[in-house]
């Protein structure tokens, strides 16, 4: 069983970073991928960062890539994104999920956090 919970959401000017946090409970946390998603108002969820337990293998939707940086601490059992030049478009509500397996960009992870709040501005 893992349990995640998400921090640091908040409101940003655009061109603003933001860091996220996702403090994860369980002795195996350091076995699970864990990917972040993200869900704007009246959209579906959408994949933005996964990473292998490892931590050597790192995923990113297209439209993060090169603002975005998804790692992780296994020994705090934390993983973070760092989020960078944020656009108002980045507006949502940010998801952590960690599953067993492979890297993956789907929604299909078993664990999942509450949610934290990113709203930019413009």
């Known amino acids: 069983q893992v349990q995640l919970v998400e921090s640091g959401g908040g409101l940003v000017q655009a061109g603003g970073s933001l860091r996220l946090s996702c403090a994860a409970s369980?002795?195996?946390?350091?076995?699970?991928?864990a990917g972040w998603f993200r869900q704007a108002p009246g959209k579906e969820r959408e994949f933005v960062a996964a990473?292998?337990?490892?931590?050597?293998?790192?995923s990113y939707a297209d439209s993060v890539k090169g603002r975005f940086t998804i790692s992780r601490d296994n020994a705090k059992n934390m993983v973070y994104l760092q989020m960078n030049s944020l656009k108002p478009e980045d507006t949502a509500v940010y998801y952590c999920?960690?599953?067993?397996?492979?890297?993956?960009?789907?929604?299909?992870?078993?664990?999942w956090g509450q949610g934290t709040q990113v709203t930019v501005s413009s």
């Open positions: 999920a960690a599953n067993t397996g492979s890297v993956r960009m789907d929604g299909l992870y078993k664990y």
């Open positions: 369980g002795r195996t946390f350091s076995s699970y991928v």
């Open positions: 990473i292998r337990s490892s931590g050597s293998y790192t």
